[in-house]
């Protein structure tokens, strides 16, 4: 069993790597201007949301609470914006042949 402290200091660490890859892919978005990306940086920014709330509401379980939903959200981003993108490309190949 982890101690509080030992939680709380690792659910920082987590939010922190969260907001750094968020960034990274909003950079990436810069860029490229790819959906992909945003989709990818929103889901971290709610992710990094997510550990900071458990860190700083002192929420063990997080299963059993609504921060849960934060997580779902993110997953859900990362899904649509990889189907997006898959649809967009074989849209893209049936225009080509056509």
């Given at each position: 069993?982890?101690?509080?402290?030992?939680?709380?200091?690792?659910?920082?660490?987590?939010?922190?790597?969260?907001?750094?890859?968020?960034?990274?892919?909003?950079?990436?978005?810069?860029?490229?201007?790819?959906?992909?990306?945003?989709?990818?940086?929103?889901?971290?920014?709610?992710?990094a949301l997510n550990?900071?709330?458990?860190?700083l509401g002192g929420?063990?379980?997080?299963?059993?609470?609504?921060?849960?939903?934060?997580?779902?959200?993110?997953?859900?981003?990362?899904?649509?914006?990889?189907?997006?993108?898959?649809?967009?490309?074989?849209?893209?190949?049936?225009?080509?042949?056509?």
């Open positions: 069993m982890m101690t509080p402290t030992a939680y709380a200091f690792m659910t920082g660490v987590l939010t922190a790597l969260y907001l750094i890859a968020g960034l990274f892919f909003l950079r990436f978005w810069r860029r490229t201007r790819d959906g992909l990306f945003l989709a990818f940086a929103a889901a971290f920014a709610l992710m550990q900071g709330i458990l860190a929420l063990l379980r997080e299963e059993q609470t609504w921060v849960y939903l934060l997580r779902l959200a993110a997953f859900l981003l990362i899904i649509l914006g990889i189907a997006r993108k898959n649809i967009g490309r074989q849209a893209a190949r049936q225009a080509a042949r056509s």
